[in-house]
Structures are given as C-alpha cells and as structure tokens.
C-alpha cells in the first residue's frame, strides 16, 4: 500500500507552474521537478513552458538520454487522471517572479571594478610620460 501513488486530476497538477512549485506530466505520470529546477541542463524555463499541459510530446522530442529518465523516478508523485487533461489547451505563459535587478547591479559593480583600477593605471601611465624630461 506505501508504495501507491496517489492519483491527480488536471486542474490540480496545473496549478503547480511557478519556479518554487512545479509539476508537469509526462507519460501519464506526475513529477514534482521543483528541486530540480535549478539543475536542468535546460534551465528552468523549459520546465515551467511545459506545466498546465501533457509534456509527454515536449520530453520525447528533445531525446532525453536514459540516466534522465531514470532520475525522473525519483520525482515521481502519482498518476494523472487521463479524463481530465483537456484535449487541446491554449498556451499560458508561464508566471515566474519580478526580474532580479541585484543581479544587473551586481555585473555594473564587477565590471567597474575591473575597468577603474585600468584606467587608474592608464591615467598614471600618461601623466608619467607627459611629465616625463627628456
């Protein structure tokens, strides 16, 4: 009995489709992949475009190697009751949170940091050969 899955309908699956929770199915099956969103080799916005739908034909197609789908195993949660998929679902763009300004700060902050101490060394360099007697 432990090792049933439990069975989930559709709707209840899609609302599992942001970064912090995310599930998809794939032949059939419900995987909680939100640990695995930061290793995918794909990153995570190919996880988060397949959730709300059936993501068997998305996972076939990119020709996953078989160590990936024997990883999957372990993010495996339950079924998915086949009724309730709708037959044809529009797109919904993924919900993901606000853009990380920090990070922009932090490349300005790196690349200054690289760039003043040359320009120091440049400025020093010119005032040596201007002042230079000859």
Sequence with gaps: MANEKKVFVFEEVAKHSV?????????????????????HPGGDEVLLAVTGKDATADFEDIG????????????????????????????????????????????????LQFLVPILILGLAFGIRQYTKSE
């Design 19 to 39: 970064t912090k929770d995310c599930w998809i199915i794939i032949g059939g099956k419900v995987y909680d992949v939100t640990p695995f969103m930061d290793e």
């Design 64 to 111: 996953h190697s078989d160590s990936a789908r024997e990883m999957m195993e372990k993010y495996h949660i339950g079924q998915i009751d086949a009724s309730t998929i709708p037959a044809k679902r529009t797109y919904v763009n993924p919900q993901q949170a606000p853009h990380n300004v920090e990070k922009d700060n932090d490349l300005v902050i790196k690349i």
